[in-house]
């Protein structure tokens, strides 16, 4: 996985405070700092402070799906494409079940 933005905080709680972000242009892969209405140029190792509240991430082109999950299910004769309705993602559609 690549880190490709962060929310940062500070302040004393969650309800008060500043959040800003830093994001990765995913065109020419440069990093940017958004505070209020000033964006300016970063750096990636610049992205990630005390105060990170919240990390996005990329999966990287070539990374197994699920993160090596599909492997172990195979090797416990799972079939991770069959059986139930799976999405793009490989996540099961589920249906709610009435009492």
Known sequence: ?????VSEHTGATANSGHYTATVRNSR????????????????????????AYLLFYKRAVGSARWAG???????RN??????????????????SKKK
């Open 1 to 5: 996985y690549r880190l490709i933005g």
């Open 28 to 51: 020419d892969g440069r990093w940017y700092r958004y505070n209020d209405a000033h964006v300016g140029e970063t750096t990636g190792d610049a992205a990630v402070t005390g105060g």
């Open 78 to 95: 799972v079939n991770p494409y069959g059986g139930a309705e799976t999405d793009q993602d490989g996540f099961t559609r589920v249906k």
């Open 69 to 75: 999950m599909e492997d172990v299910m195979k090797q």
